[in-house]
T-cell receptor, first 109, second 116 residues
Framework: LAKTTQPISMDSYEGQEVNITCSHN???????ITWYQQFPSQGPRFIIQ???TKVTNEVASLFIPADRKSSTLSLPRVSLSDTAVYYC??????????FGKGTMLLVSP | EAGVTQFPSHSVIEKGQTVTLRCDPI?????LYWYRRVMGKEIKFLLHFVKESKQDESGMPNNRFLAERTGGTYSTLKVQPAELEDSGVYFC??????????????FGEGSRLTVL
């Protein structure tokens, strides 16, 4: 399973764009990149998934360069409620997803 | 549509006792996963069911843990006898069995286990 590396924590202010980058140098050909969000006392929640280039949904954008050795989750105009831990996971659909330490995002007023 | 539900939300037991955690996946989801986070550690995979069959149980820590999914619907995770190091939050997740390659798992809110 591909190992991921991401910042331990990030701070931001309301209304700013936040970009969280994840490194996954040994990503396999069939691996997808998936991001989850977790609030305290809740289970992780799927945010977005991609294989290459750019993916956008109503919540976030995911940028994946051509070599796929990293990816960047972009959260536009964050609010206080976006304060959470964000996990970058790499794997195939039915494989066991491995959660790393995640990035603790703190959004301040 | 109901999400993944887990019961109990919190259980406090003494070392040596038995606890059974239950997970009801989203209706129609054939994939069911158990994960856990022990204090201060990362979320770790325990096992994966496809319908009633164990697809992968490589993450089960030892034989004190028994997971079942009779009939391919809800699943139970029994810890017997419980030890102090079993304390943590146990998450259940489910996903549909489709031909698409997706990593989207739907997680429950977790069952917190405290072993005294």
């Amino acid at each position: 399973l591909a190992k991921t590396t991401q910042p331990i924590s990030m701070d931001s202010y309301e209304g700013q764009e936040v970009n969280i980058t994840c490194s996954h140098n040994n990503i396999a050909t069939n691996d997808y990149i998936t991001w989850y969000q977790q609030f305290p006392s809740q289970g992780p929640r799927f945010i977005i998934q991609g294989y290459k280039t750019k993916v956008t949904n109503e919540v976030a954008s995911l940028f994946i360069p051509a070599d796929r050795k990293s990816s960047t989750l972009s959260l536009p105009r964050v609010s206080l409620s976006d304060t959470a831990v964000y996990y970058c996971l790499v794997g195939t659909g039915y494989s066991t997803l491995t959660f790393g330490k995640g990035t603790m995002l703190l959004v301040s007023p | 549509e109901a999400g993944v539900t887990q019961f109990p939300s919190h259980s406090v037991i003494e070392k040596g006792q038995t606890v059974t955690l239950r997970c009801d996946p989203i209706s129609g989801h054939d994939n069911l996963y158990w994960y856990r986070r022990v204090m201060g550690k990362e979320i770790k995979f325990l096992l994966h069911f496809v319908k009633e069959s164990k697809q992968d149980e490589s993450g089960m820590p030892n034989n004190r843990f028994l997971a079942e999914r009779t009939g391919g619907t809800y699943s139970t995770l029994k810890v017997q006898p419980a030890e102090l190091e079993d304390s943590g939050v146990y998450f259940c997740a489910s996903s549909p069995l489709t031909g698409e390659n997706t990593g989207e798992l739907f997680f429950g809110e977790g069952s917190r286990l405290t072993v005294l």
